[in-house]
T-cell receptor, first 118, second 114 residues
Framework: ETGVTQTPRHLVMGMTNKKSLKCEQH?????MYWYKQSAKKPLELMFV???????ENNSVPSRFSPECPNSSHLFLHLHTLQPEDSALYLC?????????????????FGEGSRLTVL | QKEVEQDPGPLSVPEGAIVSLNCTYS??????FMWYRQYSRKGPELLMY????GNKEDGRFTAQVDKSSKYISLFIRDSQPSDSATYLC??????????????FGKGTKLSVKP
């Protein structure tokens, strides 16, 4: 396996279900991200983990719960979602510099998990 | 005013045409500008990256930044059907720091017809 892999690729769930999205990166990166991509809207950053510590949570509703057990794995736990949460959820990773320095500049994205909430 | 504006298209051109994709932005502190390409059912991938103003060329692709006008462009010469994708501009202020500081445009969907 190479790059960033996400499972499942497609998920349909009811509003009362509990499900999880999984992301794994094989690039040796130290930062991982969850993004939401909806039609006609910019990519929305949801969560950032640097060195397994959550560093950003962009006002995401508590029905989305991230988990980063190690630097290679990232989960997004889903609970009592709403139909408007239907979207493509993208995981990404990058190699962040510890201090200053030149911009490394690249996010590596997975192929996404297409979520439909009924 | 949104930080980054990008016309979502769709944009349809014939094969061989020169394509111009653009973004405008409002934050004069942005210094790093990127273009990501996203094929259907795939995640975005970095296509080009420029710092501050000026041009950068890579094969058939040229990225241009005009900080005085807060306007960035991506030109594709001799466009091919394989260029059909959604192109997202992205930008950030800081030299270092998390890539989570990237601000993305909505993306422009491009279709190149044979």
């Amino acid at each position: 396996e190479t790059g960033v892999t996400q499972t499942p690729r497609h998920l349909v769930m009811g509003m009362t279900n509990k499900k999880s999205l999984k992301c794994e990166q094989h690039l040796g990166h130290n930062a991982m991200y969850w993004y939401k991509q909806s039609a006609k809207k910019p990519l929305e950053l949801m969560f950032v983990y640097n060195f397994k510590e959550q560093t950003e949570n962009n006002s995401v509703p508590s029905r989305f719960s991230p988990e980063c057990p190690n630097s290679s794995h990232l989960f997004l736990h889903l609970h009592t979602l709403q139909p408007e949460d239907s979207a493509l959820y993208l995981c990404a990773s990058s190699q962040e510099l510890v201090s200053g320095g030149r911009l490394t500049g690249e996010l590596f994205f997975g192929e996404g998990s297409r979520l439909t909430v009924l | 005013q949104k930080e980054v504006e990008q016309d979502p298209g769709p944009l349809s051109v014939p094969e061989g045409a020169i394509v111009s994709l653009n973004c405008t932005y409002s934050n004069s502190a942005f210094q790093y500008f990127m273009w990501y390409r996203q094929y259907s059912r795939k995640g975005p991938e970095l296509l080009m990256y420029t710092y501050s103003s000026g041009n950068k060329e890579d094969g058939r692709f040229t990225a241009q930044v005009d900080k005085s006008s807060k306007y960035i462009s991506l030109f594709i010469r001799d466009s091919q059907p394989s260029d059909s994708a959604t192109y997202l501009c992205a930008m950030k202020r800081q030299r270092g720091g998390s890539q989570g500081n990237l601000i993305f445009g909505k993306g422009t969907k491009l279709s190149v017809k044979p």
